[in-house]
């Protein structure tokens, strides 16, 4: 039971728990003390009845290092039986009969440290019966409203530190389902994209084995890229740029002449990280919605840019006029991504379609610039 660590100044770390409680209670009711052997020797003073400065102190410390002695089972009973909406009458039982234990041990440890004394002489009263009694009635308000404070502030702070922790567990349990909404989503890719490239390999096969089984090779080596990040939620973008010419070189095969890729790749946004394998879908989304649609085939250019603390990436498509909405409807390639960008990023990102006057579809995304350890980085001079 640590509850009142937090009241004091920090203890050092190597210290047990139980030793710095014992030490916290310790100097709460030290410093009470003091201050209130300060205000009993003005009183006194002020009253015409003055004594020691060093006896009053020494005779209120001695008073409140007995409360300090009756705090720890307080707290014990406040962890053991702290009263709930459902669960109050039990615990208030115990509670009173607690405080009716708290002012019998106060009056006996009072009364065998012999710290009761005449007012006018300061002197020690004797253990008695009379003693006790006069102890209990010019004290009980105060061992009660004592009683009481610790108490509550006891089952506050023990309340607030299972607040904490329940907001902890809330906050972990949030970041494990947002991770495994984004592995999800990122199994949904694979299964996709390996159809469509068997879908290729399949219909190269009648007419053109070899590249065929080259396409088939390649296959293979784009998995191995794949299944390499396949934990990952973040790569880098170069990691990316690479396996976006790998599948490029695969779709080559595929269409021959009739795929023409132009990149304009910034330099300085390399090493952006960016949600894995999430821009090939993309660029298969803009050759299968655009340039397959077209008998000639036509072009498609991928650039990326670093600016403003953002990463910018443009995927232009030929395509026929009216292409974009079947893009934007083609469900997997689009509907994930912004389903991965959202749980990333939350509301710090913009995906945008244009559509072309000319044909084909423009993709524009934005997102923030995060450096390789995974935090924004400013701008290079």
Request: proline share 5%; aromatic share 8%; charged share 20%.
């Amino acid at each position: 039971m640590h509850i009142l660590e937090k009241s004091a100044a920090p203890l050092p770390a190597d210290v047990p728990r139980p030793a710095r409680l014992v030490l916290t209670v310790l100097g709460v009711w030290l410093f009470l003390g003091l201050f209130m052997g300060v205000q009993f020797y003005l009183n006194a003073t002020a009253a015409g009845k003055p004594a020691s400065l060093g006896m009053a102190i020494w005779m209120s410390v001695q008073k409140y290092l007995i409360y300090a002695g009756l705090t720890l089972p307080v707290l014990w009973l406040c962890r053991r039986y702290p009263p709930t909406s459902k669960r109050w009458v039990l615990p208030l039982s115990v509670h009173l009969l607690g405080v009716t234990v708290f002012v019998a041990l106060y009056v006996a440890l009072r009364l065998l440290f012999r710290t009761v004394v005449d007012r006018n002489t300061l002197q020690p009263l004797p253990a008695s019966w009379e003693t006790a009694q006069s102890l209990v009635r010019s004290n009980l308000f105060e061992l009660f409203t004592m009683y009481a404070t610790i108490a509550i502030a006891a089952l506050a702070l023990q309340y607030y530190r299972q607040g904490r922790q329940r907001d902890l567990r809330e906050a972990e349990l949030k970041q494990k389902m947002a991770e495994y909404e984004l592995q999800v989503l990122k199994l949904q890719l694979h299964p996709h994209f390996l159809f469509n490239a068997m879908n290729g390999i399949s219909t190269l096969m009648s007419r053109d084995v070899k590249t065929a089984q080259v396409m088939l090779v390649r296959l293979s080596e784009l998995l191995r890229m794949a299944l390499s990040h396949s934990t990952a939620n973040e790569v880098s973008l170069r990691d990316e740029i690479e396996f976006v010419k790998a599948y490029l070189e695969i779709e080559r095969m595929r269409f021959g002449d009739r795929l023409r890729v132009e990149m304009k790749i910034d330099q300085a946004s390399l090493d952006a990280r960016v949600p894995n394998m999430m821009i090939q879908p993309l660029v298969e989304n803009g050759i299968h919605y655009g340039i397959a649609r077209i008998r000639s085939g036509g072009s498609l250019e991928l650039a990326t840019r670093r600016a403003d603390g953002r990463l910018r990436i443009v995927i232009v498509n030929d395509g026929p006029l009216g292409s974009l909405e079947k893009t934007h409807r083609s469900g997997v390639g689009l509907g994930n991504a912004r389903s991965r960008l959202v749980q990333l990023y939350g509301s710090a990102y913009e995906l945008r379609l244009l559509d072309r006057p000319q044909g084909g579809a423009e993709l524009h995304l934005d997102i923030p610039f995060r450096g390789p350890e995974g935090g924004a980085a400013g701008e290079k001079s």
